[in-house]
């Protein structure tokens, strides 16, 4: 087992790795930005390093000084998080080059899921159904072709894609061209790489993925499948586990293409593939080859550490458990807490917290990094928290977080805490009757 483990990354996911380490007694190793000296995870490690200034240029992306400051600690793994270097396969091979553990799977693994064509091309190969698609698309006029032969409307998509960004939408022959042209402009400046490939857009899906765990020794489980549905502008705000849309026939066909797809490329570690269910059929969108920001939902149902599980794995060890032994076990809801402001258009809101109380009682988790008088820096990610509530069943776990919501007190910032009680008071969100497309169509058209 590691001694000793460096955190590639900052705020919240940094402390729920920092929890995880110390109660398998293994110390850690936090790195900051100079815009990070006062937050939690720097405090909480046994050991902490600034590795720059606030760009993420410059400090959580600059490999050079985070391999540098893992060296001079005598690391013997490095944990990613998620978001910055988690899917970076090159961050990958260079730990592997220098004996480093990187906990989670392969460079070779990480590049075979991170471009969405060869990932298409490869789960079609093996048993996992896709959405009618492209091969790269070298021109706009390779992109013409290929939407009037897929059909309208259809999805432009960056081939190194991922969180939400590089993708548009595109209903008819006059949008194509400039649709292609941003977002190839858009996958130069977040992937720097600017290749793009076209699906077939499915109108009103649900977005469902299911969480699976493979070790060294072929041994695969899943953890069942969460409900990721709630989103704006491909971006995740609530998520869910179980499924209620899944019946028990989907869930199994699910669950068997899942394991099919990690069969495929012999994945070691924790990953996620994620689907789109219109409701009949499922098709393959993505694998997510790191841990996820809505693990906890699924934690939540099956008393799982996740993140213990990915370390065991990357430390040689089995899995700590068998697909026998899973129990799914009442329902969980997640809130992303962001400071944004949803009456404009979710403009991020950085600044000093001066007033702070988190929620507590029966069922609830809070994962934050934040506290009275802290500042949010405005160089990050602008998700401050993340409240998740458990209940015996979806109604239950849906009040319990109304209540977690209306205990949570974050003064001098604004946040998405009241647009979170204005889904969960939502009658097609109470009777579990809604689509990607809901906080558009729904949520968007008053103020909270």
Avoid at 13 to 22: N, Y
Avoid at 83 to 91: D, I, V
Avoid at 126 to 146: C, F, H, M, R, W
Avoid at 232 to 243: D, F, I, N, T, Y
Wanted: charged share 25%.
């Amino acid at each position: 087992m590691f001694n000793k483990i460096l955190i590639a990354n900052r705020g919240e996911v940094a402390l729920r790795i920092i929890r995880t380490c110390r109660e398998m007694g293994i110390r850690t190793v936090a790195i900051y930005s100079k815009a990070d000296e006062d937050c939690l995870h720097a405090s909480m490690a046994d050991e902490a390093y600034c590795i720059g200034p606030a760009p993420s240029q410059e400090s959580y992306l600059n490999v050079a000084n985070i391999l540098s400051t893992a060296l001079l600690a005598q690391v013997d793994a490095i944990h990613p998080g998620y978001g910055f270097l988690a899917e970076n396969a090159s961050f990958a091979e260079i730990c592997e080059d220098h004996k480093i553990a990187f906990i989670g799977p392969s460079s070779k693994q990480i590049r075979a899921m991170g471009d969405k064509v060869s990932a298409r091309e490869t789960m079609s190969k093996n048993n996992v159904p896709v959405v009618q698609g492209s091969p790269l698309l070298e021109t706009l006029e390779d992109a013409k072709i290929y939407a009037e032969k897929i059909g309208y409307p259809v999805m432009i998509k960056a081939t190194a894609g991922g969180g939400g960004k590089g993708m548009r939408v595109v209903y008819s022959a006059e949008d194509l061209e400039n649709a292609y042209n941003i977002t190839r402009s858009e996958a130069e400046a977040f992937f720097a790489n600017d290749k793009v490939y076209m699906e077939k857009f499915i109108a009103n899906p649900r977005h469902i993925e299911v969480q699976i765990l493979a070790d060294k020794f072929g041994n695969i489980c899943h953890l069942g499948e969460r409900d990721c549905t709630i989103q704006r502008r491909h971006q995740k705000l609530l998520e869910e586990a179980p499924s209620e849309v899944v019946t028990k026939e989907i869930r199994a066909k699910m669950v068997e293409a899942a394991i099919n797809a990690v069969k495929a490329i012999n994945y070691e570690g924790i990953g996620t593939i994620e689907f789109l269910f219109d409701g009949h059929d499922f098709y393959f969108m993505e694998m997510n080859t790191r841990l996820q920001v809505e693990h906890c939902v699924t934690e939540m149902v099956t008393s799982r550490d996740l993140v213990k599980e990915q370390i065991l794995i990357a430390a040689g060890e089995r899995l700590s458990f068998t697909q026998e032994e899973v129990e799914i076990r009442g329902h969980a809801i997640e809130c992303r807490i962001n400071a944004e402001n949803p009456n404009k258009d979710f403009m991020p809101c950085p600044g000093e917290i001066e007033g702070y109380i988190a929620p507590g009682g029966y069922g609830i988790r809070v994962d934050s990094h934040v506290y009275a008088n802290y500042k949010i820096p405005s160089n990050y990610d602008s998700m401050i928290a993340k409240i998740i509530c458990w209940g015996n069943n979806r109604e239950e776990a849906r009040r319990r977080m109304l209540r977690a919501l209306n205990e949570y007190v974050i003064l001098g910032v604004e946040t998405t805490i009241p647009f979170h009680k204005k889904i969960l008071r939502n009658r097609s969100f109470i009777l579990n009757r809604y689509s990607t497309k809901f906080v558009e169509e729904e949520m968007m058209k008053v103020e909270v």
